[in-house]
Antibody
C-alpha cells in the first residue's frame, strides 16, 4: 500500500522556521520526483517545490525561493522541506506528492498543517 | 509560468445529469515527444488530498469510473461527468505538468441541484 505521511506542521511565529518531513512507503521512492504542494484554508492548490530523484536538482515557486529548501534522503525514504522566514501567507496544509518522469503527480499524502501567526 | 483558467467556479447539477468543467491554459502543454497534452484532472473531497482522475487530458486513471471523461482542443480542456452521482460532489482541479512551476486551475465546486 502506498503511503506518504507528512509531519512537522505546527503553529509558528512570523519569521520563524520549521522543518516538514514526509515518510514514504509502498513505492520505490528513489524513482520518483517529489513535490511539496500547499493549500491555504479554503483556497486552491499551489505548487511549492520539486526535487529530482537523486536530489541533485531542485526548483521552487517564486513565493518561497530563498526561504524554503527541499531535500530528500533516499536511504530513509523521506522527503523534507526546511522553511525559514515564515510569513502569514505561508499558512497552509502542506502536501508531499510523488511523480514519475513525464507522468502526472499521482501519489499524495494527507498533508500537515502549518500556521504562521503571532 | 503557464496560467490555468478554470470555469465555472461552481456548478449545481441534478443527479444523473451531465456536468462540464472547462480549463484553459495560457500556452500549449502539448509535449512534442509524445504528441500528448500534459494536462491532468484531480478530484478533491473535504479533508482529503487530491485524487488523480485523468491524465494526458483524456486517459482515465485506473479505477476511475467511465462516467468521467476528458477532451482537448488546442489549449482548451474539458472534464465531463456524464451522469452525476452523489459521490461526485467535490472540488475539481485541472493541472498542467508540462513545465515547472506546476500550475493548477482555481478549482470548480460541483454540487447537487
Amino acid at each position: 500500500e502506498v503511503q506518504l505521511v507528512e509531519s512537522g506542521g505546527a503553529l509558528v511565529q512570523p519569521g520563524g522556521s520549521l522543518r516538514l518531513s514526509c515518510a514514504v512507503s509502498g513505492f520505490t521512492f528513489s524513482n520518483y520526483r517529489m513535490h511539496w504542494v500547499r493549500q491555504a484554508p479554503g483556497k486552491g492548490l499551489v505548487w511549492v517545490a520539486r526535487i529530482n530523484t537523486d536530489g541533485s536538482y531542485t526548483s521552487y515557486a517564486d513565493s518561497v525561493k530563498g526561504r524554503f529548501t527541499i531535500s530528500r534522503d533516499n536511504a530513509k525514504n523521506t522527503l523534507y522541506l526546511q522553511m525559514s522566514s515564515l510569513r502569514a501567507e505561508d499558512t497552509a496544509l502542506y502536501y508531499c506528492a510523488g511523480q514519475q518522469y513525464d507522468t502526472p503527480v499521482d501519489y499524495w499524502g494527507l498533508g500537515t498543517l502549518v500556521t504562521v501567526s503571532s | 509560468d503557464i496560467v490555468m483558467t478554470q470555469s465555472p467556479d461552481s456548478l449545481a447539477v441534478s443527479l444523473g445529469e451531465r456536468a462540464t468543467i472547462n480549463c484553459k491554459s495560457s500556452q500549449s502543454v502539448l509535449h512534442n515527444s509524445y504528441n500528448k497534452n500534459f494536462l491532468a484532472w484531480y478530484q478533491q473531497k473535504p479533508g482529503q488530498p487530491p485524487k488523480l482522475l485523468l491524465y494526458l487530458a483524456s486517459t482515465r486513471e485506473s479505477g476511475v469510473p467511465d462516467r468521467f471523461s476528458g477532451s482537448a482542443s488546442g489549449t482548451d480542456f474539458t472534464l465531463t461527468i456524464s451522469s452525476l452521482q452523489a459521490e461526485d460532489v467535490a472540488l475539481y482541479y485541472c493541472q498542467q505538468y508540462y513545465s515547472l512551476p506546476l500550475t493548477f486551475g482555481g478549482g470548480t465546486k460541483v454540487e447537487i441541484k
